[in-house]
């Protein structure tokens, strides 16, 4: 059985600019009337700052819902 | 005859959970609840141990952003009988390490015949970046997204259909925080980031993937949790990766393929973890949400929080005994003790 290969092609960047980046985005909202809506309302108030890749909810107090998330969104190179 | 009886389990990753938030350690309630679902759908933080993993052959693994897509009923699962698994490796790793995970991958090829395409380099370093938010849990960020989406692309170009990833991860600085998470408290300081890295390649490339973090040897300490000890096994993680994503379901779009959303029976998660994308698209179907009280995290999102409609249960133990009841059509009321309440005429 022979060994893996590394593959030698190079990867060539996919263009100078602009480039992906990561953030870790806390921020609250108020707690929809209706659940139906709640998944909508973060996803509306993450995408200000970017587009969501991960988030919760991390807890519930005084009418606001407390979320943590991970978004991605353009930078400069 | 009824459709084959589909059960979730959902231990987030990164929250601190009692019960899988370490390495592997929830394996066990997913190989019970094995025994009483025809198919289990979890992911890989509850699958994975290190060096150690387990087999089911009626248990599909999928990455998390593919289980919110499944849940949102965007995705469909498409079960297969083998993956060719591409192997991604972060520039960041020193040779040494780097030689180590190319030994494991080719192991997996030796020994458990699985099968892997040649591996790929990125061609920046990826520069993990550990964070941990006001909850307690830990978040992570990567320095060079588009250099693991290159090499991802470059993978599936050479004909890979699933992704293994290992990234360097920095060696925790928090001493208190390692030491507490290898004794079996507090939150796995890296398993935030983890889920960051593989979901970038679930969401752009619609792929299974799973992670496995780079990082030197620990000294031995004779105080290991058990919870916590599949990854002192070794020198690298990524055993049982490659081990799960050899038969991950690729995921469909079309309707009349695959395992949808609308044939989970049942949603088994830890109680205060309520909050997130999956949980919140299943409260609005006919999945039956359990939710374990004795399975506690950094989440403080119970379903009375939010209004939520769950069938709550002390335990996993428990959590078996409802999906049973729940199976087999039986109203859990039926088996509690104490007066069943007569019926009323509904005005």
Known sequence: MPFMNCNSVNIKSSGPNPIMQTQLITTTIPVPTSVNQMQADVIAALSSQGEPLRWSITKVQSGLLYIEAIVTCDGEA | ???????????????????GGYAGDALPVVRAIAQVADRVITHPNVMNGASLYWNLPNVLYVEGFGIDQFAAGAWGLQPVRRNRIGLLLDRGIEAELRWRHLQVADAARATLGLDLTD????DEALTVELRSADSGATWGTIGNPDSLLRAAAKLIALGATAIAVVVRFPETTDAAALQAYRHGQGVDPLAGAEAVISHLIVRQFRIPCAHAPALSPLPIDPAISPRSAAEELGYTFLPCVLAGLSRAPQFTQQPHQGIWADSLDALVIPASCCGGSAVLSLSQTNTQIITVAENTTRMQVYPKDLGLQTLSVRSYLEAIGALVAHRAGITTASLAAGDIAPLQCSP
Not at chain 2, 1 to 9: A, C, L, Q
Not at chain 2, 119 to 122: D, E, Q, R, S, W
């Open chain 2, 119 to 122: 591996y790929v380099v990125t």
């Open chain 2, 1 to 19: 005859m009824t459709s084959p009886y589909t059960v979730g389990v959902i231990v987030p990753t990164g929250v601190g959970a009692v019960i």
